[in-house]
T-cell receptor, first 113, second 114 residues
Framework: LAKTTQPISMDSYEGQEVNITCSHN???????ITWYQQFPSQGPRFIIQ???TKVTNEVASLFIPADRKSSTLSLPRVSLSDTAVYYC??????????????FGKGTKLSVKP | NAGVTQTPKFRVLKTGQSMTLLCAQD?????MYWYRQDPGMGLRLIHY???????AKGEVPDGYNVSRLKKQNFLLGLESAAPSQTSVYFC?????????????FGPGTRLTVL
């Protein structure tokens, strides 16, 4: 099972770039890496997904080194509204064996003015 | 589109009572999931379904049953509720294939078992 490890919490200030790293040492060949954002009392929201190298969308970038044993979510110029918990998810389609879909415990990002 | 909806939003049960949580999605997604989230914990997968009429166990399936009789609905049942099942329950859905990790989540059901 491709379990993930993330920092429990991070602090930042408005306007800074934030990088959150996730370790997944036993990632499988078919696994994709996905990041979610969750605000209190809401369901998680998909941010970005990648397999290798770099992926960028309108809200974030995802960097994946060649060995794929870790990944880094990069949030450019954060604002107070980016204060949330960020989850790293590793898994492969289709959902196969029990526990194939595993969310990490998440990183609580606090953005200060 | 309503996306993913969950019914009810809140519920209080007594130990031993039963209930069913309903999840509905209008995006024609193949895959549907039930998670639970406890304070300070990440989401843990209870059961999932890769298509109408199919279900499979996730990480923490004990004490729960599910059914997917219609593609758009995924039901989570508690036959005999226990205090350990006090949690927030999230339903999610996704397309299949390589986009299956892009899950759309419902607003959650907050369940308290006394």
């Amino acid at each position: 099972l491709a379990k993930t490890t993330q920092p429990i919490s991070m602090d930042s200030y408005e306007g800074q770039e934030v990088n959150i790293t996730c370790s997944h040492n036993n990632i499988a060949t078919n696994d994709y890496i996905t990041w979610y954002q969750q605000f209190p009392s809401q369901g998680p929201r998909f941010i970005i997904q990648g397999y290798k190298t770099k992926v960028t969308n309108e809200v974030a970038s995802l960097f994946i080194p060649a060995d794929r044993k870790s990944s880094t979510l990069s949030l450019p110029r954060v604002s107070l509204s980016d204060t949330a918990v960020y989850y790293c998810l590793v898994g492969a389609p289709p959902p196969g064996s029990q526990g194939n879909l595993i969310f990490g415990k998440g990183t609580k990002l606090s953005v200060k003015p | 589109n309503a996306g993913v909806t969950q019914t009810p939003k809140f519920r209080v049960l007594k130990t031993g009572q039963s209930m069913t949580l309903l999840c509905a999605q209008d995006m024609n997604h193949e895959y549907m999931y039930w998670y639970r989230q406890d304070p300070g914990m990440g989401l843990r997968l209870i059961h999932y379904s890769v298509g109408e009429g199919t279900t499979a166990k996730g990480e923490v399936p004990d004490g729960y049953n599910v059914s997917r009789l219609k593609k758009q609905n995924f039901l989570l049942g508690l036959e005999s509720a226990a205090p350990s099942q006090t949690s927030v329950y999230f339903c999610a859905s996704s397309y299949g294939g390589r986009t299956y990790n892009e899950q759309f989540f419902g607003p959650g059901t907050r369940l308290t078992v006394l």
